[in-house]
Each structure stands twice: as C-alpha cells, then as structure tokens.
C-alpha cells in the first residue's frame, strides 16, 4: 500500500513496552530464572532474564513487582462453554482453553471473556441421511457465523462412521482442528475413519490400554486428561498430555492430584502448559502458548509461591492451586487479586 506524502517509512509507533518482574521466573521451555523478568512489547515478548539486566537496559520504564512466581499461563485443554454460567478461569491462572460450544451463542464467549485458544463447534449428528440433508451445510455456516475472531474448531461427536469421516474431511479441507472425546467413541474406531491425527486431541475420563496409548502416540495425538483415573499410563513422558477439567476448575489442582513418584513435578506443570498449548496447536511459531520467551504471546499468570532454580516446579505444583494473584493476558494485566478483600477478585479487562 502506497504511504501518503507525508507519511514517512517506518514510522509508525510502536507497540508500548513493559516489564514484569518476580522473584522467580519459569518459563518451561527455559531454566528457571530468579530475581527474573519478562520483557513485554504490545503482545509479545520481547526477552526473560535477569532482573538487573532488563531492567538497566530500559532505565525509563517503571518495572511491575509482582511477588511469588511468573509462569506461562495455564492451559484447560477441554472445558464446556456455557454462557449462562461462565466459570472463574483466571483466578486459576488460565489464559487459555479448548473451548467446547453447542451453540453459536455458547462459542463467543471465549472472545467477550479475553481468553485465546480454540473455540470447538459441537457436531452431534445422529446420521448420515441428517447430514446430508442439512447437517453439513449448518456446521459450514455456523464456522463462518462465531461472533469473535478466535481460532474455530470441530467437536466430532457424531455417532455415525460416514458423518464423523466426513467431519475429518472438513477440517483438512478448512485448516480446523479437531476434538473428540473418547467417552463416546474407541480410539480404533477414530483411527479407521480417519480423524486422529497431530490436528486433532482427544479427552479422556478413562484409563486407556497400551495399544490406545500407542496408537495415539504414532498419530501424533495429544491427549487431555480430565479426571485423575484416566492418568494410567500416561506420565511416563512418551504421550503428549494436557489437562481438561471440563467444568472450569483448576487444572493445576488436578496436575497435583496425580504427582505420586518423584520426578513428576517438571512433566505435569508442562502438561497444564506447554502440553495444553500442543493439543491446540499453539505451541509453535510466533504467539505461541505454554511457555514465555523471545515471540511467544505474553499470556502469564502470578502465582504467590516462594521457591528457587531448584525447587520451581515443585513449588509450583504443590502451593500454586489456590494462590493465583494475577493473569496478564497479551501483555495485558485481565485479573488481578484485590488485596484489600481477601480472597474477593477483580477484572481488569
């Protein structure tokens, strides 16, 4: 586009920059950093680093002290949208969700909340006669009809092979991702018609056997655990695994449920972050979720949890569920703990 006459190359303005500083720093996808900061410019950020450092570099700006720790926001893997009873998210320290919505009205609320990830448009169609007739063409439009400009995606939760094949189909056809719960269909069953796949997670609220295990792991499905007796098998780092509470509570509460070996901190606070932003395909690239460094969105949550290099993890998953005190969501502070009533919470944006 050709700039005006008097408009110079390069010159509009930039984005504001920020600084958030902690005690600690985790950014999962880098070692921990104490007496940290993440360095914010717009939605991204720019650099985590020593304190000292980021700070000395940009004299002018006036740092945010947040106490306690700052780590990549909290990812809910599956959660059921429902307007009438949208549930208190980031005073967990969740930035983002996979987002399950029966109805148009139900799948803006991602967008009117502030959150990111996937909002997955719910496809029940009993059969293929119904598809045909109306279902296809619906769903087609309903994609094109979600009031906000977030990422779309499939809930395929038909009972019919030729329906559910057909929905695989689309996703390819329209770059959407995919999400089942496996409540409803066998992971064989997902295979033979061609939905599983790295474009596509499931949920589970059941044990899986190591043949489903393995399946899923070659197709390069990530997988959603969204109750403690569907963990079986799945800590030994070979699955990529998140959380789904599925009701809006607290997926690090739930990650701190299964830590029974030692070891385990470091895999399950991933699984509540990197892991959740793997299953919605926003692990990669710039913006990315579940972690904080150089080009990853500045989505973040504040946990008031003393802990160092050693013990982070730990600390985190142990006294974190609870002890939200803040979520910055692009850059910019969403919900914040009002100090002066205890445990009553404010929104910001």
Not at 86 to 109: N, R
Not at 302 to 323: N, Q, S
């Amino acid at each position: 586009m050709p700039t005006r006459a008097d408009q110079t190359i390069g010159t509009r303005a930039r984005a504001p920059v920020s600084i958030h500083s902690a005690p600690l720093v985790l950014p999962v996808c880098a070692p921990p950093v104490e007496d940290g900061s993440v360095l914010v410019r717009g939605d991204r950020v720019l650099k985590v680093g020593p304190r000292t450092k980021i700070e000395a570099a940009y004299p002018d700006l006036t740092p945010v002290r947040w106490p306690g720790m700052i780590v990549p926001g909290l990812v809910d893997a599956h959660l059921r949208l429902d307007r009438t009873a949208f549930p208190p998210v980031f005073a967990h320290g969740v930035t983002a969700v996979g987002g399950v919505a029966a109805d148009l009205d139900a799948a803006s609320t991602l967008g009117e909340a502030g959150l990111g990830g996937v909002t997955y448009l719910e496809t029940r169609c009993e059969d293929e006669a119904r598809w045909e007739a109306d279902g296809r063409d619906r769903l087609i439009t309903a994609i094109g009809e979600v009031d906000h400009p977030g990422i779309i995606g499939i809930a395929a939760h038909s009972p019919d092979p030729v329906v559910m094949e057909d929905l695989a189909v689309l996703s390819r056809t329209f770059g959407l991702r995919l999400h089942v719960d496996l409540g409803r269909h066998p992971v064989g069953f997902l295979d033979e018609v061609g939905v599983l796949g790295p474009g596509c997670h499931v949920a589970i609220s059941g044990p899986l056997d190591e043949a489903d295990r393995k399946l899923l792991r070659i197709r390069g499905t990530a997988v959603a655990i969204s109750s403690p007796f569907a963990a079986d098998g799945l800590l030994d780092g070979e699955n990529v695994i998140a959380f789904g509470t599925r009701i809006g509570g607290d997926p690090l509460a739930a990650a701190r449920m299964l830590d029974r070996d030692p070891g385990l901190a470091r895999l399950l606070v991933e699984a509540v972050t990197l892991g959740g932003a793997r299953a919605l395909g926003l692990a990669e690239g710039a913006g990315r979720l579940g972690c904080l460094g150089p080009g990853s969105r500045a989505d973040f949550a504040v946990f008031a949890v003393k802990a160092d290099e050693r013990t982070a993890y730990t600390a985190l998953l142990h006294e974190g569920p609870g002890r939200c005190v803040a979520t910055v969501i692009g850059g910019r502070p969403h919900w914040r703990l009002d100090e002066t009533q205890g445990v009553e919470a404010r929104r910001l944006a």
